[in-house]
């Protein structure tokens, strides 16, 4: 790989490690599983790097290949062992001096990653890439729909989430 494909691997790498482990996380059944998503999404980067040609945002291109080996991922799980992915080891909850304020927030994090787990793949993904933040622009390209898709699908998914927590 020339040495420009090598730095921006680095960069790439640098810049959302953290955001690919939390997908993966969101996908994997166990700590083992994420490691091992991550590895392929880390993988698959590097394989295709060289073909990236620059239509799209690199950010935008990394996402789409790490939700591509997530759900075929998810796929192989579901045909193995016909179960939902279960979303495990979200780190989302803030460090707090209360363990009982901290232990409430945990649960509320995880009832939600529950109803989450509930979505079809494209909201669940949707949903996913909302709470990494990403502007419905880039959410758009990596589903492959309008951002105004983006901005009614998101708030009929919210209504959804907090008709699921409020039951």
């Not at 790097?49 to 579901?78: D, E």
Request: charged share 30%.
């Amino acid at each position: 790989m020339p040495d420009h494909l090598d730095e921006l691997f680095e960069e790439v790498l640098r810049e959302n490690k953290q955001r690919i482990y939390r997908i993966c996380g969101a996908y994997a059944r166990d700590q083992e599983d994420r490691q091992d998503l991550f590895q392929e999404v880390l993988l698959n980067v590097w394989k295709s790097l060289g073909s990236f040609q620059g239509k799209a945002n690199v950010n935008t291109w990394l996402y789409r290949v790490t939700l591509n080996v997530c759900l075929q991922y998810a796929l192989k799980l579901n045909r193995q062992q016909k179960q939902e992915v279960r979303l495990q080891h979200v780190r989302l909850v803030a460090d707090s001096a209360d363990a009982g304020e901290e232990t409430e927030k945990k649960e509320k994090v995880a009832m939600l990653y529950r109803c989450i787990a509930r979505l079809n793949e494209t909201d669940r993904t949707l949903i996913l890439l909302f709470l990494e933040e990403l502007p419905h622009r880039e959410i758009a390209e990596v589903i492959g729909i309008t951002e105004n898709n983006v901005s009614v699908r998101l708030n009929r998914i919210k209504k959804r989430l907090y008709h699921c927590l409020t039951r």
